[in-house]
């Protein structure tokens, strides 16, 4: 018997996803691999099984009972108990109606001209010569996030160090990951303890409202609802965002039509999200019953990973993948997942990548790369993906 391959693979230069998926969507669409932990699980790789996966609430996020498949041995945010995206209904249910009504297209819709005003204000702010990555694609979404949680600020030096110490897949221990993470929630009750103090108007009013008005929210479920939150509404974005404006720039006649021609930037900002998509996008979900996907059958108790990266690529979907096509027509990516489990920010993510697309052209339509894009370092041993740094000229 031939051994398993290793999962997650690497990925492939500049962020591109790995061989491997192509051809197991050729020849193994549903075929096992091995896992950090030692377990093994599916790896669904074809669009169409991947939407069934996220889609089907016989898989279970719910993954705390004794010999259920993890990721890797000891703490890992993906696995830990109590968060949002770790719960199945009626209990995700009960945590996803208390932020629900934060992130709808309307509401959505009232932040848009405090990032386009913060983002000009970066803009007028910059030298010639800055990092990307440092200076506009974290602050922005930092700074929207500390918004819609209604708190003025956040130490963002630690709160980076511990999101990329939680993110970590090999470049710590899971000590280390597990130290980060008390550092962390520590660093929230702390926030939500001043908060309810001095109570504002934001999500984090809300939430504590929530917790103090009857037993919606527990404690422990405010604490870690915030990590996520903050985690979530900064590390994914800018590093999408980062991503996004290297695709862009190298080459760079997709940055050059963008500045031509404006009103693309709502279809490049789902071409990006496609293209771009930070992570492998993977957490494993385990059958409760036999389930027949489109590509073959998974057993009840089976653990099996929907890989956004490998839908997101299907050429049976999006013909020649990998090449950027700014006004691409047809299904929708898979980097927002589906079913019960969709990200609760995407209404948030797709206003700021609109929103800070259209002033960059707008503003600085000569940008360029000061340095080759291949010899531009990216994070490694890492469940994020993205540009170390990006230097550019104005």
């Not at 950090?36 to 089907?56: I, Q």
């Not at 504002?200 to 915030?226: F, K, N, Y």
């Not at 013909?319 to 047809?330: A, E, F, H, S």
């Not at 370092?377 to 170390?388: D, E, S």
Request: hydrophobic content about 40%; some cysteine; glycine content about 8%.
């Amino acid at each position: 018997m031939a051994e398993l391959e290793s999962y997650p693979f690497l990925t492939g230069p500049r962020g591109c996803p790995h061989a491997r998926y192509a051809q197991r969507r050729e020849s193994d669409p549903l075929g096992r691999v091995r896992l950090p932990s030692g377990d093994v699980v599916a790896l669904a790789t074809r669009y169409d099984d991947v939407v069934a996966v996220l889609s089907d609430p016989r898989f279970s996020r719910d993954l705390h009972y004794p010999g259920a498949p993890r990721m890797f041995e000891g703490y890992n945010i993906a696995d830990s108990p109590g968060s949002l995206m770790n719960t199945d209904p009626p209990e995700h249910t009960r945590l996803r109606r208390l932020l629900s009504g934060t992130f709808t297209p309307r509401q959505v819709a009232t932040w848009r001209p405090r990032l386009r005003a913060l983002t000009h204000e970066l803009i007028d702010a910059l030298p010639d010569e800055f990092d990307f990555v440092g200076e506009l694609a974290f602050p922005l979404p930092v700074q929207m996030i500390c918004d819609v949680m209604g708190v003025a600020g956040i130490d963002t030096e630690r709160v980076r160090g511990w999101s990329d110490a939680m993110l970590s897949t090999s470049s710590l221990t899971s000590e280390q990951k597990f130290a980060a993470a008390m550092e962390f929630y520590t660093y929230a009750a702390e926030l939500i303890a001043a908060h309810r103090d001095e109570p504002g108007d934001g999500l984090l009013s809300s939430m504590i409202e929530a917790r103090d008005e009857g037993d919606q929210l527990s404690q422990d479920e405010l604490v870690r609802m915030t990590v996520g939150l903050f985690l979530a509404g900064h590390e994914t974005t800018g590093s999408v965002l980062a991503r996004s404006m290297l695709r862009l720039l190298d080459p760079r006649e997709g940055y050059e039509r963008l500045t031509a021609e404006p009103e693309l930037v709502t279809t490049a900002v789902e071409e990006l999200l496609r293209l771009e998509t930070p992570g492998e996008g993977a957490m494993i979900r385990v059958a409760t019953e036999d389930v027949e996907l489109p590509s073959g059958t998974i057993g009840k108790g089976e653990g099996v990973i929907a890989a956004f990266v490998g839908a997101n690529n299907d050429p049976s979907i999006f013909p020649d993948p990998q090449t950027l096509v700014l006004d691409r027509k047809g299904p929708q990516h898979i980097t927002f997942g589906r079913g019960a489990h969709f990200c609760l920010g995407a209404n948030l993510a797709r206003m700021e990548l609109q929103e800070i697309l259209g002033v960059l052209v707008e503003r600085l339509p000569g940008v360029t790369l000061t340095e080759p894009a291949d010899d531009l370092p990216w994070t490694k041993g890492n469940l994020v993906h993205r540009p170390v740094r990006l230097p550019v000229r104005k």
